[in-house]
């Protein structure tokens, strides 16, 4: 009896592995869920349009289309033999701006006004901190040649610092289980797809959604961290602006080697000091995360300012889009992300203070 079991755990074991080899070779030709991580690299998305329908939102479009060209860019075909002056915009969800029609998302709207003598595209992905973004620009920026390269950057790497780094970050510093997975990566077409579902299942599970519109409502309670609570966690922040300083001069390096002109944005949020213009909701007493406003903005200011003071040391164009763009909700889709409304003041305020 126990020979027969083994025989069969033997055969089963054999069916598995045909199974696999079998899968393997087929998404070889055929992925039906692209990738952005391979290994340690970016795998950029080309050639994808997506439709997304809009039936319950109403800062975005209805029936807005989000295209990437042949690079795995937003905006137009890349072509580095151009006359033109090429931009990419390079930052996470804010930049990318997914659920944002191909001619709503602000790098787009900063490109329709800065005129047909640029080419523009929106390099954004989600998710990215700057460690993303310095992998994104080793693999891709000396073929690419932008003259100018635009980071807004700093939310994601708040995020990090707060849960240990996101999946992408953490194979790049820790040996621990999931980086053996991600060598693995490099070669098996399977296992990425596995690993795919995996990261959206546990965002699922963590609530990372970028697609919920928010309403404020008024709150009859709020339940903030106690100032001794908050000093711990804006000392965490603090500790970690070394590390991030030094991905920031990176970033810098990186374009300077490759003849490219690094332009920063700090990242707004729609919660800080003020009243909101359009629900009349205090910005600053307003729960959000066990936070309240005011501290949930000090948190991501502390990542603004290091990216303001790096910009002075280096002589470096910084554009406080953190300070120039209002707090008012009709901007915002959510804490951070920009409705069509905020995009164009977002396009307004870069045009304006490019070249200042």
Not at 19 to 31: H, N, Q, W
Not at 147 to 166: H, K, Q, S
Not at 293 to 304: A, C, T
């Amino acid at each position: 009896m126990l020979k027969g079991i083994l025989s069969k755990i033997i055969y089963l074991f054999y069916v598995l592995i045909i199974v696999a080899v079998a899968l393997e070779i087929f998404l070889r030709f055929f992925s039906p869920v692209p990738v952005r991580i391979k290994g340690n690299e970016v795998v950029l998305p080309k050639n994808q349009k997506y439709t997304l329908p809009n039936d319950k939102f109403s800062k975005i479009s209805k029936n807005a289309i989000h295209t990437k060209n042949s690079v795995g860019f937003r905006g137009e075909e890349w072509d580095v033999n151009s006359k033109k002056t090429k931009i990419i915009f390079v930052g996470g969800s804010t930049t990318e701006c997914f659920f944002i029609d191909d001619n709503k998302h602000w790098p787009f709207l900063v490109g329709k006004k800065i005129g047909s003598q640029f080419l523009v595209n929106n390099a954004g992905l989600n998710g990215h901190s700057t460690k993303g973004h310095i992998s994104l620009l080793n693999g891709y920026l000396s073929e690419l040649r932008p003259d100018f390269a635009f980071f807004l950057i700093g939310i994601n790497d708040l995020a990090t610092t707060e849960n240990g780094g996101n999946s992408f970050d953490r194979k790049l510093t820790e040996k621990n289980g999931e980086y053996y997975v991600l060598q693995i990566e490099e070669h098996s077409r399977l296992v990425n797809l596995i690993h795919s579902f995996y990261r959206s299942y546990q965002a699922f599970k963590l609530g990372v959604r970028d697609n919920a519109e928010w309403t404020l409502k008024k709150q009859d309670m709020q339940n903030y961290l106690s100032q001794y609570e908050m000093n711990k966690v804006l000392e965490l922040h603090k500790k970690a602006q070394a590390q991030y300083a030094k991905r920031v001069l990176s970033l810098i390096n990186i374009c300077k080697k490759n003849g490219v002109k690094p332009i920063f944005v700090t990242q707004p949020l729609l919660f800080g000091e003020g009243i909101d213009p359009t629900s009349g909701i205090d910005l600053g007493n307003y729960e959000i995360y066990n936070m309240s406003g005011i501290q949930y903005f000090q948190k991501l200011e502390i990542y603004n300012q290091t990216v303001r003071e790096l910009c002075e040391k280096q002589n470096l164009k910084c554009i406080d889009l953190a300070k120039l763009l209002p707090k008012d909700s009709k901007y915002f889709f959510d804490d951070m992300h920009f409705s069509d409304a905020g995009c164009e003041k977002i396009s307004e305020i870069i045009f304006e203070n490019w070249k200042k």
